[in-house]
């Protein structure tokens, strides 16, 4: 009470001035009119000022004198002063302080004469009136008020009832009865009701109830009824049990309350005449009862989903029981009436909505709105509410609409005019029907109006003002959809148009709106309620029954009811039909189909159901085995491609869920936007591409359309551009593409860490590929200002997003020839001219404006020191073209015109086709026949500018700064070998590339050295590949070779297109005495050797990686083998060594890895079938005939020895086993590496200007390198060469001198005797045992160039046999006699100008040792003279000499038996091998020995010995019929023993030198 403080100021200055400010401040409050606040003001001031009096602090009289004055300001100042009091009573009783009682008496007491007696006696407490005097004893005064109050309260009067008094109550009816549309109102009854009551003394309570008993009769007379009741009545609880007991009424069992009950009830209710409290407590059932009822509906509508779901096999009693138990529920199904819904029913239908509220809120959630009777009502009365709205905002344009009648009651819901009242009441009235909007299509479909009508006012209101009110309002629409419009839709039969209706509102919502409702829709809608429950299980069981009958031939009838089934409730069976396309991949194509009569909602859904199965938490995306993606994965993603592209759905969502997954560092799903971009774009994949498709790929885009892939996909016109308008719209291009890039490294270093080896290898290609197909579908589908704006410059995207060089300018190349363009097309239009040159010019102009910025730009993608080797055009050059600007595939134009022509014709002699479809037909053909001759017209013209501009800028590419051969390097590192594994078509342009650069003779570029990089060591690249780059790799390889093989093939071509052409100048190392070296171009023959020579290193890595064991490197070789197989191999005795290792793979992996057996079985089956294109190697490249010797294999025929100048043989006999292992410790490293034992056994010396022989101070430290590495390799190679021969020449030692004389006649009477073929072939025989000699250890320079000179007759015969191929496996060719002395002749002439070697191989680096180059400088004139000599007197015998070299022949063979039978013990071991390596040729067992190995070296010499062995051995058995037909057997085992014999002789040491180094004087 105590509120109003009074300032102490007050009483200290009571008299003063404390008095006066009191009761101005009382007349102020008694003054206020404040609704009576004022009086608790006054009372409040009294209070304090009676405290102060009852502290003490204030005369009593002072105060009585002042409370006495203060009656004058109100009448009812009294009673306020006398509740004062009553409250100071209270608080003094319990006080324990005396004199504060006594103060409150003494100042009732002062103030009893302006106070009557009669309020004090009831307001204050017995015992004070005592004190006071008022009363003279308390106990009587308590005994008196008991006494009254029992007669006033408890004593009851006599009334009559209805059946004491009939006429009373009859009169009542009929004046409640009668007519009330005059001027009778309820006031007038009112007194005549009163008058009847008096008159016959009628019970008020029971007329009261006679009154509702009419109303209930006469319920349309609200308004009269209504406002008698509220006159008549005195108490709200009254009325309240009355109707309580008419209720109770009811409430038997299968008792039925009237709806008129129900009406009077909520009309009292309405209008606040009795409490919903009071009444609640009368209705049935009880709120518990309701809540068990809820309960027990969900769990019996999960029973009923698991038995839908599960397989139940019952007997059949159980079954029968079942069916018994109910018919009987059946018969006792009535409900029992719930009055509380029937309440609610009524209150809704007059438009109580507060009063409905509070009962539904006593209720489960949907409990009452299952009620078809309470849903249809709560509707209504939304209908009523939305109206005005709806007609305004909502209504179609052309609609009338139903007329409704708006409640007649004021105090209803007021309906909405405007989007904000909707947040009133109609918010949340829908919040309350939830699913049971179902039972009222016409109200769904106006909310949805409204809905459409809000989303566009919201997407072009831009104010700021209104934009939270709009926020809100789109929140609370988000919420209907989710709480009220799709539970609805779930419980609708099939209606397609509510379905097409609401997709109208979702398409206006971002997708991740969309894509939220569609998850709580699927998710967890259907478990809120029992009715819900069973439509999921109902709709799971309808969907394995369509499922289940779900073929291609019944698609229609099927699919229609798909569609019927997916208009209500998509998400459940999309789930169901989507769980089996994951287990059954047959599937797909049938239910894509289906599809097809679904709604535009239902085909959205589809795609949120899609994601969120790729995106299941619980799916592994890997198979069991880690090692490929799983097969739901790859069903999915088939899907996917299917779909999307058949049916206008939005890619969206789809699309951001592969970035997100990206950005996450998962590529799995990138298979998904491979088969979206492959299905929607027709853009294929593959590096199982034909050469037709392949050729047509280089083609313009019609023809790769018509072409270019397997499957003619047609049509993709507007799926392309549906992908491609949501790419742009959702800014998507280019972070897709530079994530992908991204993840190509983050497969192997982040990723890749715990996963299979085979599983990075594949998810690699798969972003790979999925880039390439991306970039590709991008560069054709968006026009050159959408490209140029998204795509940032190369040096931006390289060093600030971090792309791989290949995939920036992939990505920056279509951008290039845009920009290039649009440039020409500029240049043209500003200055006209149409002449051919003029045109080309421009073109020139429009790409140096272009590519300068390009030029500059990726400077900074390397260090500066690259640029030393290649210039910024050259790179930005070969980086910026495409195989469609080098070279125009008229073929595969011409086919595919020919394709069309053959419809035409084929179109027009079909009877079937009726003529109008025929026409159309025609027409497309005849169409795309001219876009095709046009754009093959258009490429041509671009294809000749281009070659124009290349022209002009190809000196400009290499500098001769540095070497020939870091040129190359750089060339390949960084350009050839990166892009020719990017794809199929760039594999083909970096072949077609370096040819072009050869015909453009390019200066500075070496071609031969490049080819030679590229065959010669395959293994690191082959082993770095994944599969799909190993097809890449050999599809270039391939194109290479096709190259290689047409210069190889004739001589014609290759003297057209390649002498003359700086690519194949060779520097030749003089071997005179003027030092020098001098530049030539390689002629024909030794461009064969040369091609044999890759041809055998192609081998030797295959061999290599075949016999690893490893899983990458044998895929990756038979991948590559089979994709040369065109032009490789093309020598029988290399096939047959492939051949081997390929058989023995089949065997080892049969049961192993099968997917090795069936490439190995593969590639074996096809290998077969080349063999009949393959020749002997005599017949690939020119050979000398070597005699069948007894000389160990590695000295008769190894590779590089025979049909080769000795200074070759020593050399790349020393070279590979030396330089070899060199070669193998370098060449690891970025740049695909260069066997170097390869290059540097085979020396042409390029034109390297400052990188040739000797040429700079690194080339000569290399050199003195190697130099001291070959001399000690040298003596190792000493002892097994000549260990044999030098113990049986230490027992032969004194005869030796005696016989040298003797057997150098013996050797020339022989040649005399023989035909001038077998001559040949004896002396070449010699040349290899001189050769070997010379290797095995004594290595004079003078034996050294007898040897040269030996052969020089020979060798001659082939003309200019300079380019001896390190560890070639040579074949004997025969050549005709004259021609081979034309050579002699030619060959004489050079060797007396000190011509250079007749040995020139293609060489890398200059990297030969110095040491070789000085032996063959000695006495190499007076050897060649001497030969000269000898030959002249070999003419001038040959008639005389013939009987007598017989008979010496004869002799001498039977001395050469028996020392051969002395040293038989000796020679056993050699024998032995040379007989396994024989049979080695023709069988797989000794496959080791039969080919080339690079097996990890036991020593150098060891491994190049067994080599020579066995490839001599081949040979030897592939000439033996010739040898055979020209000498006879016996000539040939003649020859054989005689060099065996010479061999040894020589191996002796010095001695047998010196005597033929003076014979030659002799001569001379």
Not at 86 to 93: G, K, Q, R
Not at 415 to 421: K, T
Not at 768 to 795: C, M, W
Request: net charge positive.
């Amino acid at each position: 009470m105590a509120t109003l403080i009074l300032p102490g100021e007050w009483i200290k200055n009571w008299e003063k001035s404390g008095k006066h400010e009191f009761v101005q401040l009382c007349k102020e409050l008694t003054e206020k009119r404040d609704h009576g606040s004022e009086i608790r003001d006054v009372q409040a001031a009294l209070y304090e000022l009676c405290w102060q009096v009852v502290q003490g602090n204030l005369k009593l009289d002072l105060v009585a004198s002042v409370l006495g004055d203060m009656m004058e300001l109100r009448d009812d100042m009294t009673s306020i002063l006398a509740d004062v009091f009553s409250i100071l009573d209270l608080e003094t009783v319990a006080l324990e302080e005396k004199n504060k009682r006594d103060h409150y008496t003494q100042l009732v007491g002062a103030c009893l004469f302006f106070l009557p007696e009669a309020i004090l006696k009831e307001r204050l407490d017995p015992e004070t009136l005592e004190s006071l005097g008022l009363i003279k004893q308390a106990n009587q005064f308590n005994q008196k008020i008991v006494k009254i109050k029992t007669k006033l309260f408890y004593k009851q009067q006599k009334f009559n009832l209805l059946r004491e008094e009939n006429e009373g109550y009859a009169k009542l009816i009929t004046e409640l009865g009668q007519d009330l549309s005059g001027n009778i109102t309820s006031h007038l009854v009112l007194e005549s009701i009163k008058s009847l009551i008096g008159c016959f003394n009628l019970d008020p309570n029971r007329v009261l109830d006679i009154i509702l008993e009419v109303y209930e009769s006469r319920s349309d007379q609200d308004e009269f009824f209504l406002s008698l009741i509220k006159s008549y009545m005195c108490e709200p609880l009254t009325l309240c049990h009355i109707l309580g007991f008419k209720f109770k009424f009811y409430q038997e069992p299968n008792g039925e309350t009237p709806k008129s009950l129900y009406h009077i009830a909520a009309a009292l209710l309405h209008h606040n005449l009795i409490e919903l409290e009071d009444l609640y407590v009368h209705l049935m059932p009880l709120d518990a009862t309701i809540v068990e009822e809820h309960k027990r509906d969900i769990s019996e509508a999960k029973q009923i989903a698991r038995k839908l779901v599960m397989v139940v096999l019952p007997s059949d009693k159980s079954e029968d029981k079942e069916k018994e138990k109910e018919k009987e529920e059946e018969k006792n199904e009535k409900p029992p009436d719930n009055q509380k819904l029937g309440l609610l029913e009524a209150l809704l239908r007059i438009g109580d909505w507060h009063h409905a509220q509070s009962i539904m809120d006593q209720m489960p959630f949907f409990y009452a709105t299952s009620h078809k009777a309470i849903a249809l009502a709560l509707c209504q009365l939304v209908h009523l509410t939305v109206e005005p709205l709806y007609k305004r905002a909502g209504l179609p344009k052309g609609a009338k609409g139903s007329v409704m009648h708006p409640l007649r009651n004021k105090r209803a819901p007021r309906p909405a005019e405007i989007f904000e009242d909707l947040r009133r009441d109609t918010f949340s009235m829908l919040g309350y029907l939830g699913p049971h909007l179902s039972h009222d299509p016409i109200l769904f479909a106006k909310i949805v109006r409204l809905g459409k009508a809000f989303m566009k006012e919201y997407q072009s209101d831009g104010r700021p003002d209104v934009k939270d009110k709009m926020e809100t309002l789109l929140s609370c629409f988000l919420s209907i959809a989710d709480q009220v419009l799709l539970p609805s839709l779930s419980l609708m039969e099939c209606n397609a148009c509510m379905s097409e209706e609401l997709w109208g509102l979702f398409k206006l919502f971002p997708y991740q709106h969309r894509y939220r409702l569609y998850g709580q829709w699927k998710n967890e809608t259907y478990s809120s309620h029992p009715l819900l429950v069973k439509v999921k299980a109902q709709t799971v069981e309808r969907a394995k029954y369509i499922m289940k009958r779900l073929t291609k031939e019944n698609v229609k009838q099927s699919g229609r009811q798909i569609g019927k089934l997916s208009h209500s409730n998509p998400t459940i069976l999309f789930d169901y039909m989507l769980s089996q396309i994951q287990w059954y991949d047959n599937l797909i194509v049938p239910v894509v189909d289906s599809l097809k009569y679904l709604t535009s909602l239902n085909y959205d859904v589809l795609a949120y159901c899609i994601i969120e199965a790729l995106a299941n938490p619980e799916k592994e995306k890997m198979k069991h085995d880690d090692t490929t993606i799983s097969s739901w994965l790859q069903s999915l993603a088939s899907l996917c491609g299917a779909v999307f592209r058949k049916y206008p759905i939005e890619l969206a969502g789809l699309l951001q869920y592969v970035t997100n997954q990206l950005k996450a560092g998962k590529s799995f799903d990138l298979l998904i936007l491979k088969e979206v971009v492959q299905k929607m774009a027709g853009i294929e994949i593959t590096d199982e591409m034909t050469s037709e498709q392949l050729e047509a790929m280089t083609g313009g885009e019609q023809l790769k359309a018509e072409g270019g892939y397997f499957g003619q996909i047609r049509n993709t016109k507007k799926s392309s551009q549906r992908l491609k308008d949501v790419l742009l719209d959702h800014e998507l291009a280019l972070p897709l593409c530079l994530l992908m890039a991204q993840q190509r490294n983050g497969v192997v270093f982040l990723e890749g860490g715990e996963k299979h080896l085979k599983l990075v290898g594949h998810l690699y290609d798969q972003c790979h590929d999925t880039l390439v197909q991306f970039g590709g579908f991008l560069a054709s589908n968006l026009s050159t200002e959408d490209y140029i704006k998204r795509v940032p410059s190369i040096d931006i995207l390289c060093n600030q997003f971090h792309t791989p060089h290949d995939a920036a300018f992939f990505l920056s190349r279509p951008m290039y020839a845009h920009q290039i363009l649009s440039k020409y097309d500029e240049l043209k239009k500003a200055e006209k001219g149409n002449r051919q040159q003029q045109k080309v010019h421009k073109y020139v102009a429009a790409c140096e404006q272009v590519m300068t910025p390009v030029h500059e730009a990726v400077m900074s993608l390397h260090p500066a020191r690259v640029w030393d080797d290649l210039r910024p055009q050259f790179y930005a050059t070969f980086w910026s073209l495409t195989m469609y600007d080098l070279a125009v595939p008229h073929a595969a134009y011409d086919r595919e015109v020919n394709k069309l022509k053959a419809q035409i014709k084929a179109i027009e002699e079909n009877p079937e086709i009726p003529l109008n479809k025929k026409k159309k037909e025609k027409e497309r053909c005849t169409a795309l026949q001219e876009k095709l001759q046009e754009e093959e017209k258009k490429q041509l013209e671009h294809v000749q500018r281009v070659l124009h501009r290349l022209k002009l800028e190809k000196d400009n590419w290499l500098l001769a700064k540095s070497t020939k051969n870091e040129t190359i390097t750089k060339f390949l590192q960084l350009c050839l070998f990166p892009r020719c594994i990017f794809s199929s078509i760039d594999a083909v342009y970096c072949a077609r590339f370096v040819e072009l650069v050869h015909q453009q003779k390019t200066p500075n570029f070496c071609t031969l050295l490049c080819y030679d990089r590229v065959f010669s060591a395959i293994i690191y690249t082959v082993a770095s590949c994944t599969e799909n780059e190993s097809h890449r790799y050999g599809r270039f390889l391939c194109c290479m070779l096709e190259t290689v093989t047409r210069w190889h093939s004739d001589r014609v071509v290759y003297e057209k297109e390649c002498v003359n052409y700086p690519g194949f100048l060779t520097i030749f190392r003089a071997t005179g005495f003027d030092g020098g070296n001098k530049a030539d171009q390689l002629d024909y023959e030794n461009f064969r050797h040369v091609v044999h020579k890759w041809h055998y290193m192609l081998t030797k890595a295959s061999v290599h990686c075949l016999e690893t064991g490893d899983y990458t490197h044998i895929r990756n070789i038979l991948i590559v083998l089979t994709k040369i197989l065109p032009c490789y191999p093309k020598v029988l005795n290399l096939g047959q060594a492939l051949e081997c290792r390929v058989h023995k793979i089949c065997l080892e992996e049969k049961d192993k890895r099968p997917d090795l057996y069936a490439l190995a079985m593969g590639y074996s089956g096809r290998l077969k079938s080349q063999k009949v294109h393959m020749v002997p190697e005599n017949e690939f490249h020119h050979k000398e005939q070597p005699a069948r010797s007894a000389t160990p294999a590695s000295q008769q025929n190894g590779p590089g020895s025979t049909g080769k100048p000795a200074t070759s043989t020593s050399k790349t006999e020393e070279g590979t086993s030396e330089d070899g292992d060199r070669g193998k410790d370098k060449s690891q490293g970025t740049t695909k590496p260069v066997n170097k034992a390869n290059s540097a056994a085979a020396k042409v010396t390029t034109s390297n200007g400052n990188g040739a022989l000797n040429s700079t101070k690194a080339t000569k430290e290399r050199d003195d390198k190697e130099k001291s590495g070959k001399e000690k390799k040298e003596k190792k190679e000493k002892t097994p060469g000549s260990t044999p021969e030098t113990k049986v020449e230490n027992r032969r030692e004194k005869q030796r001198d005696e016989r040298a004389g003797k057997e150098e006649r013996v050797a020339r009477e022989g040649k005399e005797k023989t035909p001038k073929a077998d001559r040949e072939k004896v002396k070449a025989e010699e040349k290899s045992i001189k050769d070997d000699k010379a290797k095995a250890g004594n290595g004079e320079p003078v034996e050294v160039s007898r040897e040269r000179d030996a052969i020089k007759e020979t060798k001659s015969k082939e003309k200019g046999d300079r380019s001896a191929v390190a560890g070639s496996l040579k074949s004997p060719v025969p050549r005709s006699e004259s021609a081979e002395s034309e050579r002699d002749h030619k060959r004489r002439k050079l060797d007396s100008h000190s011509s250079p070697s007749h040995s020139s191989s293609v060489k890398d680096n200059s990297n030969e040792p110095k040491e070789s180059t000085s032996k063959h400088h000695v006495n190499y004139n007076s050897v060649a003279r001497s030969k000269s000599r000898e030959r002249e007197m070999e003419k001038k015998d040959t008639d005389s000499t013939q009987g007598r070299s017989k008979e010496k022949k004869e002799e001498k063979d039977r001395k050469e038996r028996k020392r051969d039978h002395a040293v038989n013990d000796r020679e056993a071991s050699q024998e032995t091998k040379r007989k396994k390596d024989e049979n080695g040729t023709n069988s797989s067992k000794n496959s080791k020995s039969t080919s080339p190995t690079c097996d990890s070296p036991l020593s150098a010499e060891k491994e190049k010995s067994k080599r020579s062995k066995s490839s001599s051995k081949e040979k030897a058995e592939s000439v033996k019929p010739e040898r055979t037909s020209s000498g006879g057997k016996k000539e040939s085992r003649h020859d054989k023993e005689k060099s065996e014999k010479k061999e040894k002789r020589e191996s002796s040491g010095g001695k047998e030198e010196k005597k033929h180094h003076k014979s030659s004087d002799k001569h001379r």
